[in-house]
């Protein structure tokens, strides 16, 4: 079994920077791939970024690419998502997810789940 618990969520205001952490636990962290989604207030959850087993490989979403960076740390199992740039659009839940197979955007393939961090841009 695989725990993730998101932070670093809050309040931002609009052109301001978060960063979002994922702690892992359970497994060994360096063999799954992981993805940031997020689900904005009456809409589906939806990818934001992902993140090949060793680090190497990402890929975002249209709407946040150079904006936001993916990026681990397998050392201490934690998984990140800096935001910067932020606008009103990307308030959301932000729910990191972990996947044993698959390095893909699709929700499905993710196999492990955290509970989200609630992020708010808004002046």
């Known amino acids: 079994q695989v725990q993730l618990v998101e932070s670093g969520g809050g309040l931002v205001q609009p052109g301001g920077s978060l960063r979002l952490s994922c702690g892992v636990s359970g497994r060994t962290f360096n063999s799954y791939c992981m993805g940031w989604f997020r689900q904005p207030p009456g809409k589906e959850r939806e990818f934001v970024a992902a993140?090949?087993?060793?680090?190497?490989?990402?890929f975002y979403a249209d709407s946040v690419k150079g904006r936001f960076t993916i990026f681990r740390d397998d050392a201490e199992n934690t998984l990140y998502l800096q935001m910067n740039s932020l606008k009103s659009e990307d308030t959301a839940v932000y729910y990191c997810?972990?996947?044993?197979?698959?390095?893909?955007?699709?929700?499905?393939?993710?196999?492990?789940w955290g509970q989200g961090t609630q992020v708010t841009v808004s002046s």
């Open positions: 993140i090949r087993w060793s680090g190497e490989m990402t």
């Open positions: 997810a972990a996947s044993p197979n698959y390095f893909t955007r699709s929700q499905d393939r993710y196999q492990y």
